[in-house]
């Protein structure tokens, strides 16, 4: 079944520790996109990519870095200059510019 | 600024009983308007894609429409499995990009 995978479903974290969210997808989308979600609040974007090799920030960067090296991956680093990174993680993607965006099913950042 | 207002934030009904969910927004150049739905601990799931001002669509229980500053999504006699987080989004074209921008959504409970 195609897709979007997003692993792993929880992750604790330290603080001062780096910490990689993996994306992966099987759907031949072109664009992805990393959003954070916290209560009562709506999808934020962080990074989003439209072809490989190339990304772009989005609103809420800081603290965040990404990478594209292959179409199906869309890899999500939140280091230690993230002040507040405990939240939700959603990864997206698109087939092109004018249809919907697939999400996976999220990964929860705790950090202890 | 693209920016999306969903109203009201929680809404609770009793099994039965219609009602209409509301979604403002603000788009420079809109590229397409999206509903999801969202259970809690998960990622969104896509219901609709709106294009142009007077374009409906319908899923079961669910019709959404647009106007030029807002979309609906009517929620027709409700049964308690429609209870969810209803997400509205916005695609606007920002510096030759696109963009989903995202409500923060409005959490509906059905009650038997």
């Known amino acids: 079944d195609g897709g979007i995978t997003q692993s792993p479903k929880y992750l604790f974290r330290k603080e001062g520790q780096n910490v990689t969210l993996s994306c992966e997808q099987n759907l031949n989308h072109d664009a992805m996109y990393w959003y954070r979600q916290d209560p009562g609040q709506g999808l934020r974007l962080i990074y989003y990519?439209?072809?490989?090799?190339?990304?772009q920030k989005g609103d809420i960067a800081e603290g965040y870095s990404v990478s594209r090296e292959k179409k199906e991956s869309f890899p999500l680093t939140v280091t230690s200059a993230q002040k507040n990174p405990t939240a939700f993680y959603l990864c997206?993607?698109?087939?092109?510019?004018?249809?919907?965006?697939?999400f996976g099913q999220g990964t929860r950042l705790t950090v202890v | 600024e693209d920016q999306v207002t969903q109203s009201p934030e929680a809404l609770r009904l009793q099994e039965g009983e219609s009602s209409s969910l509301n979604c403002s927004y603000t788009?420079?150049?809109?590229?397409?308007l999206f509903w999801y739905r969202q259970d809690p601990g998960k990622g969104p799931e896509f219901l609709f894609t709106l294009y142009s001002a007077g374009e409906e669509k319908e899923k079961e229980r669910l019709k959404a429409t647009l106007t030029k500053k807002e979309s609906f999504l009517h929620i027709t006699a409700p049964k308690p499995e429609d209870s969810a987080t209803y997400l509205c989004a916005v695609r606007g074209l920002i510096q030759g990009a696109q963009k989903l921008v995202f409500g923060q959504g409005t959490r509906l409970t059905i009650n038997p």
């Open positions: 990519s439209q072809i490989v090799n190339d990304f």
């Open positions: 788009v420079s150049g809109l590229r397409g």
């Open positions: 997206a993607s698109t087939l092109d510019r004018n249809t919907e965006a697939f």
